[in-house]
């Protein structure tokens, strides 16, 4: 299987800045894309930025402009840089890979970290 382990959530003034992080271990043959979702009290799970493979990076509208995804390849690691934090960014961050493993890489499956609590104050 594969895990994914969060970290760097926490508590943070409105304005100011956190930066998420996700390593992916195990059986992996192959990563096709990482990214982060959330989802905030009372409302469903939403993609926040993802990292395909060959492919362009993707955005939500309410993050473009503040947020910043990246993705370290060799070390199986994706970022998040969140700057300019809302209370509305509050939220549960997820991480999210698109994997295959060795022994069945052919099948592709998600896998998801366990969450890390973000939380803006006005």
């Known amino acids: 299987q594969v895990q994914l382990v969060e970290s760097g959530g926490g508590l943070v003034q409105a304005g100011g800045s956190l930066r998420l992080s996700c390593a992916a271990s195990?059986?992996?043959?192959?990563?096709?894309?990482m990214g982060w979702y959330r989802q905030a009290p009372g409302k469903q799970r939403e993609l926040v930025a993802v990292?395909?493979?060959?492919?362009?990076?993707n955005y939500a509208d309410s993050v473009k402009g503040r947020f910043t995804i990246s993705r370290d390849n060799a070390k199986n690691t994706v970022y998040l840089q969140m700057n300019s934090l809302k209370p509305e960014d509050t939220a549960v961050y997820y991480c999210?890979?698109?994997?295959?493993?060795?022994?069945?890489?052919?099948?592709?499956?998600?896998?998801w970290g366990q969450g890390t609590q973000v939380t803006v104050s006005s």
């Open positions: 999210n890979a698109v994997a295959a493993v060795i022994g069945s890489r052919w099948r592709k499956s998600d896998y």
């Open positions: 990292v395909p493979n060959g492919a362009t990076t």
């Open positions: 195990g059986s992996i043959f192959s990563i096709d894309a």
